[in-house]
């Protein structure tokens, strides 16, 4: 193998009780499938070359690390920036496409389909299907199809097929129910790629696999910055791949404190937010057991976050796990302070973030007084604003 | 583990194998389209059917069509929830055998156990959970089973022989077999390949077999019956309950009630 993944953390498809796969009988034979090709594929050098060979030279990894001084005035310490925002399509999504992209082209699956929130993982996926000349077809809520016009744009330029799904809460909760729908009525000839790590098995270790770029490049890039590891490593969490892939890099280093970000929308108590970890309680939602927001009766409750990326009431398995076991510090930042965030930021370093990673920044902003002089934060900068410059417009006016 | 002989719904069909016919299945979701008319519903479905499926509403439908998604939204915004439907089959007070139709996330929330003991001094005969394929959880597959109500199992198209294997190997009272790719919804034809798929069932186990998905008519409903042992219809009676009312469901149910008659 050329590359070093992590250790695989899931027994038997499950991240302690997490995980599994709880989904139609239709859909087993294909995860089983889809479960072997991958178990094979991860001791596959030849995979893993072409994998790197692609994030190479259409991602343009690996990203840099770059140095925040004006905002590490603010946040009273010093703050290191992991860019996946200068990576091709503007985000870290693009890491888990390809991958999965070639997993589909090993099996003959021509046809791919995608949900979308923000719309970074539609325009990743169309981007890496027009690249292998895949049929690509995008379910996004109607809702964020409203919010992200600039999204569904270039993904309909780059020959995808976006759906706009109206049922339901019509955000990407609904439009992952609607690709789930398409998948269990075209499974011969389609794979779905799912865009955070959360679904049925095998979905959730293999997109940490394919984000664990980040932390890895992260990790090696900051031992050469500063000869140590990071006092702490921080990233937004929706489904949470972003901050899957940077975390297991650091997983074994117990010194490494690791914060994921969750939107608290209006606020945590408001039955506003998106703060999955933070507010909700086991239960199983798109084929697998985790943290859920949801009322007594097990009915699955509306998210809400300013950020369409961070819509949604589930997350990742691992992350329930990780949460479980204390490994991860959870934290919740509301609409008001991430806005706030996304404009300074952009301010002090000439970076206009993405409302989802506008949240981790605002945690840090806020977290002065917490440092050590010779600390250092690690921030995952997951995704490039530009997608979400008219929406923020809209909220506080045209003169920012 | 419930054995063959003594659940409710293996005398249901036993009793329809010296008949000579077919079991008529139906589908309501409960709580729709009011709470009174549901409850109307599932009394005229139960002078129909031999098996009752009443659908438990759940707010991510990912099995179902915009048919039954529907019913389940409008179920909810009449505030049905998993303790109404207990209620409701219970007023109902129906003799045909009842199944619960769910997704899991209802039923974990209430409690798996719990849920157990309550259907089953309400009577209810079995529980089918469209999200728990064969295998998937012990913690929850293991009580249902040694419950006295039958754990039913769904086996799709895509069910290959290994598949097959495990799943009837712990399904009680019967298999729902899933006659096409997709999700719940009236067609206008049925699935080619059904009786290839009926076939490779019967080879692996002596459980009844109830088809459904896609069936609608009178017409699909015989076809089905010459080789099935029990015809599901959902969506086409959630429709025309949903439109025409629960007068309109009777006298639809009496068609394909008629339908089932053995030939003279």
Avoid at chain 1, 28 to 56: H, I, K, M
Avoid at chain 1, 277 to 299: C, I
Avoid at chain 2, 57 to 77: H, M, N, V, Y
Avoid at chain 2, 129 to 157: H, K, V, Y
Wanted: glycine share 10%; proline share 5%; aromatic share 6%.
């Amino acid at each position: 193998m050329t590359i070093a993944l992590p250790a695989e953390t899931a027994v038997a498809g499950r991240f302690g009780p997490y995980g599994g796969r709880y989904v139609p009988e239709t859909l087993v034979a294909a995860l089983d499938d889809l479960a072997s090709l991958y178990d094979s594929v991860r001791n596959d050098a030849s995979f893993w070359g072409e994998y790197e060979c692609l994030l190479r030279d259409v991602v343009g990894r690996p990203s840099r690390l770059t140095e925040a001084p004006r905002f590490s005035e603010l946040a009273g310490v010093r703050v290191l920036l992991k860019r996946e925002d200068l990576n091709h399509t503007g985000a870290h999504k693009i890491n888990n496409t390809i991958g999965q992209a070639l997993l589909a082209r090993r099996m003959g699956k021509r046809r791919i389909i995608a949900e979308t929130g923000a719309g970074q993982h539609g325009v990743a996926t169309a981007t890496i299907c027009a690249r292998f000349g895949l049929e690509c077809v995008v379910y996004m809520g109607a809702e964020d199809v409203e919010r992200q016009a600039l999204n569904v744009y270039r993904m309909k330029l780059l020959g995808a097929t976006v759906i706009p799904v109206t049922s339901g809460t019509r955000t990407l909760k609904d439009a992952t129910n609607e690709a789930l729908r398409d998948w269990v009525t075209n499974v011969p000839t389609t794979h779905y790629i799912i865009g955070s790590v959360v679904g049925p098995d095998p979905f959730p270790r293999m997109v940490r696999d394919f984000q664990s770029v980040i932390g890895r490049e992260s990790r090696e890039q900051v031992l050469e910055r500063l000869g140590h590891l990071p006092t702490a490593v921080v990233a937004c969490v929706g489904g949470g791949s972003n901050a899957m892939g940077m975390f297991a890099g650091f997983l074994e280093d117990a010194d490494v404190a690791l914060v994921g970000v969750e939107a608290a929308g209006e606020g945590v108590t408001t039955g506003h937010h998106s703060a999955t970890l933070t507010a909700g309680r086991p239960g199983v939602l798109h084929g697998a057991m985790s943290y859920l927001l949801q009322d007594a009766d097990g009915q699955v409750a509306p998210a809400h976050s300013v950020s369409a990326g961070l819509d949604y009431p589930g997350v990742g398995p691992e992350h329930s796990w990780l949460r479980d076991t204390g490994r991860v510090r959870y934290e919740a930042v509301d609409d008001k302070a991430a806005l706030a965030a996304f404009q300074t930021f952009t301010r002090l370093e000439g970076i206009i973030p993405a409302l989802e990673t506008a949240h981790a920044i605002a945690w840090l902003a806020a977290s002065s007084g917490q440092w050590q002089a010779t600390d250092a934060v690690l921030l995952c900068l997951s995704g490039r604003g530009d997608k979400d410059v008219a929406h923020v417009a809209s909220i506080l006016g045209a003169d920012a | 583990m419930t054995s063959l002989s003594d659940s409710r719904l293996t005398h249901t069909w036993a009793d329809l194998r010296r008949a000579g016919r077919a079991g008529l299945v139906p589908y309501l979701t409960a709580g729709f389209p009011t709470i009174a008319d549901s409850r109307d519903a599932l009394r005229v479905a139960a002078s129909h059917a031999d098996v009752l499926e009443v659908g438990v509403p759940f707010s991510d439908p990912l099995a179902d069509g915009p048919t039954i998604q529907a019913s389940t939204f409008k179920a909810l915004e009449n505030g049905m929830t998993l303790p109404g439907t207990l209620e409701l089959i219970a007023d109902a007070a129906v003799d045909t055998p009842v199944v619960l139709f769910s997704y899991l996330n209802p039923v974990m929330q209430y409690g798996v156990e719990r849920l157990m003991r309550d259907a089953a001094e309400l009577g209810i005969a079995g529980i089918l959970l469209t999200d728990l394929p064969a295998g998937a959880d012990q913690t929850i597959e293991e009580p249902i089973q040694s419950s006295s109500l039958d754990l039913i199992r769904l086996l799709a198209p895509t069910s290959d022989s290994e598949r097959i294997a495990r799943t009837v190997a712990g399904a009680q009272g019967f298999l729902y077999l899933v006659a096409r790719l997709g999700v719940t919804g009236a067609s206008a034809e049925l699935a080619t390949g059904l009786a290839d798929q009926i076939a490779s069932v019967r080879a692996a186990t002596e459980l009844p077999l109830a088809v459904g998905f896609g069936i609608s008519t009178p017409e699909q409903v015989r076809a089905v019956a010459a080789l099935a042992d029990g015809v599901v219809v959902g969506s086409a009676l959630v429709d025309v309950l949903g439109r025409d009312g629960v007068a309109a469901a009777d006298a639809f149910l009496r068609g394909l009630r008629d339908a089932l008659e053995p030939v003279a």
